[in-house]
Each structure stands twice: as C-alpha cells, then as structure tokens.
T-cell receptor
Framework: DTAVSQTPKYLVTQMGNDKSIKCEQN?????MYWYKQDSKKFLKIMFS???????INETVPNRFSPKSPDKAHLNLHINSLELGDSAVYFC?????????????FGPGTRLTVT | GENVEQHPSTLSVQEGDSAVIKCTYS??????FPWYKQELGKRPQLIID?????GEKKDQRIAVTLNKTAKHFSLHITETQPEDSAVYFC?????????????FGSGTRLSIRP
C-alpha cells in the first residue's frame, strides 16, 4: 500500500546510454512531479503533469523526456546520459497543481552515470 | 521568480536543546510555506506547513513562525531527540495559482549530539 512508488531504486549505467525511471501513485492525486536532488542535496523541480498534461517544464536539457500515460503514472526517459546526470531523482504527487498542498515523494531513484 | 534562502547549512545541538532554522523568500505573492524532513537515504516528508494568513503554528515539539513583512519564516524544534537528526528543507509557493511550483531552500543538516 505504498503511496508513491518508483522503479528502479538504483540505476548504474555508462555515459551515452538511454534509461527510464517509472513512477506510480495510488493516492488519487491529479498532479505528479519529477525532482532532481544533486550531491549537495539541492532539490529542484524538473517537470509537473496535471491529469496527463505537462504544466511545468523547467530549464531541463531536452535529453530528458517525461511521459504520463494516465494521471497515476509518470515516467522519465533520459537519452544520451552524461556524468552530470548522476543524482537522485524523486517522483512526487499532490492533490492539485496549485502549489498549496503537501507533496508526497517517492523513495527516489539513485542514478549513477560512469 | 521565487528564491528561497536557508540558514544555517549545518547545525549541531545537544540532545534536549532547541534548534532553529531560518528561511527567507523573495516573492511577496508566496503564501504557502512547508517544511520537509529528509532522513539519510530516505524521501523528503512534510513535517509542518504554514499559510500566510497565520503567524505561527505548533505541532508538539515543532513550531513554525512566519513574518510576511520581512519575508522570513523559521522552524523551531524544542527538546531535540536523536531521531530529529536529518536534513530539513524549507519551501515556498503561491498556493492557489495554477501550475505553481514549490521552491525549496538549500537544506539544513541537523545533528543531535547525545
């Protein structure tokens, strides 16, 4: 009965590869997010979807492509991985997209690019 | 856009003492200020939040104060315990605005000395 789940938990890959991270929430929330947390613990929003529609797209390289097949799922595909992409990626969800509600985070995916 | 500054970056207190973490924000339209706790290797979790129509909020040993005029808010933890050791993030957003982002501070690593 996990609220927000992500797979995989760990991802180790070489530069230039393409990888995907999957996220699912069973909270019935309309809004889902991808955050990146770097080695200094900075937590920065990358994308947000509301009911399958992209509503926030931060200054992220276009090698990163999110996809939301339905409002309970949000995936992140990364092409041509670079060393600087190494980080922990958190998926999150909230009731509505208006910013005044709790964000429920997934357990994170630690991506290591070698 | 919104900018949230958080101080100190690290804080060490004796068990049983109080800890205070301070944040400032730049956008006077921000009206929702959550605090998240992230234990080592875990996901960020909401511990308390405050909205701009309230000056102070308490929940057991945790309290948050907000000064809208000065655009700063603080987290107070009293009678600290070992389980309070974690990274704490303040954040700000414009609740009620469509596609509003939550902007996180840079985090405070709190250590409780036995």
């Amino acid at each position: 009965d996990t609220a927000v789940s992500q797979t995989p938990k760990y991802l180790v890959t070489q530069m230039g590869n393409d990888k995907s991270i999957k996220c699912e929430q069973n909270l019935g929330h309309d809004t889902m997010y991808w955050y990146k947390q770097d080695s200094k613990k900075f937590l920065k929003i990358m994308f947000s979807y509301n009911n399958k529609e992209l509503i926030i797209n931060e200054t992220v390289p276009n090698r990163f492509s999110p996809k939301s097949p339905d409002k309970a799922h949000l995936n992140l595909h990364i092409n041509s991985l670079e060393l600087g992409d190494s980080a922990v990626y958190f998926c999150a969800s909230s009731q509505v997209p208006t910013g005044g509600y709790e964000q429920y985070f997934g357990p994170g995916t630690r991506l290591t690019v070698t | 856009g919104e900018n949230v500054e958080q101080h100190p970056s690290t804080l060490s207190v004796q068990e049983g003492d109080s800890a205070v973490i301070k944040c400032t924000y730049s956008d006077s339209a921000s009206n929702y200020f959550p605090w998240y706790k992230q234990e080592l290797g875990k996901r960020p979790q909401l511990i308390i939040d405050i909205r701009s129509n309230v000056g102070e909020k308490k929940d057991q040993r945790i309290a948050v104060t907000l000064n809208k005029t000065a655009k700063h808010f603080s987290l107070h933890i009293t009678e600290t315990q070992p389980e309070d050791s974690a990274v704490y993030f303040c954040a700000a957003s414009k609740g009620g605005s469509s596609a509003s982002k939550i902007i996180f501070g840079s985090g405070t690593r709190l250590s409780i000395r036995p």
